[in-house]
């Protein structure tokens, strides 16, 4: 009884230690004062006031536009990764292969800015939205990975392809046909967390994006340098919001019923 009580004691604390704060950003979003501070009264002025701010909007412009770009990458790449891993066993360099895949989990995003950005600037190319695209599309990667190749790995459609081909389809067309629509709901899901990393990401934008390429991080960063206000407040209850409803989607098409594999 000491020990069940005890423990609900330290998960009552942990979560309000966790989600406490951003109650009081919610709250405080709605607060008519300008500082957080004292509450004044109910006020939407901040939702208003941030979408009337023009920079702002353009920088979530171009953050949505980069996570969209980044996710398509991401899911291409990762689902053909995925699929050599899983259909192709014993191809040389495999685990070196697998392990580079996760490499950008594992490594300080602070190092891999860094390097990314001595490679481009070495090798000659334009800090535009394509190279920040593709350092973004390097760091989703991984979830991408992750979500089609334990797809593909769970389902065993491997069978069903040399069904096909025994009944005369091309290796392609059992791939299309066969592989692609049952692995399509991992790849959403994939595609759904990568677009939230690139959507939030930072350290890299900090670091590659060029002369005129502002992300909304980027823009938040620079806003907070004059103090968190009501604005950013109501900017982090958006963005929170938007959050939510990507992992919801992502657990739908994670968690699905796989109708087609029980067939």
């Known amino acids: 009884m000491k020990r069940s009580r005890g423990m609900g004691l330290y998960c009552a604390g942990l979560y309000a230690f966790l989600y406490l704060p951003l109650g009081v950003m919610t709250a405080f979003s709605f607060n008519d004062a300008h500082r957080n501070v004292v509450w004044r009264g109910f006020t939407f002025k901040w939702y208003r006031v941030l979408f009337a701010d023009a920079e702002l909007m353009r920088s979530m412009l171009t953050s949505l536009e980069l996570a969209a770009a980044a996710a398509a990458i991401a899911a291409v790449l990762g689902l053909l990764a995925s699929y050599a891993l899983t259909r192709h066993k014993a191809f040389a360099g495999r685990r070196a292969y697998s392990a580079l ?143 939510a409803l990507l992992l919801a989607l992502n657990a739908v098409f994670a968690s699905g019923p796989d109708e087609a594999s029980r067939a």
């Open 101 to 243: 895949l996760d490499a950008p989990l594992m490594m300080p995003e602070v190092a891999l800015g860094v390097g990314l950005l001595s490679f481009l600037v070495r090798a000659g190319y334009e800090l535009d939205f394509g190279a920040l695209a593709c350092a973004h599309a390097l760091i989703c990667l991984p979830y991408t990975v992750g979500s089609v190749r334990a797809r593909l790995k769970s389902m065993g459609e491997e069978h069903l392809e040399e069904a096909a081909m025994d009944l005369g389809a091309t290796e392609w067309t059992a791939f299309v046909k066969v592989t692609l629509p049952l692995a399509m709901p991992a790849v959403v899901s994939g595609c759904l967390l990568a677009f939230t990393v690139s959507f939030e990401d930072f350290v890299t934008s900090f670091f590659l994006a060029g002369i005129g390429i502002v992300t909304m991080p980027i823009k938040v960063y620079s806003m907070m340098k004059f103090g968190v206000t009501p604005e950013i407040n109501a900017l982090s209850v958006l963005l929170l919001a938007a959050t």
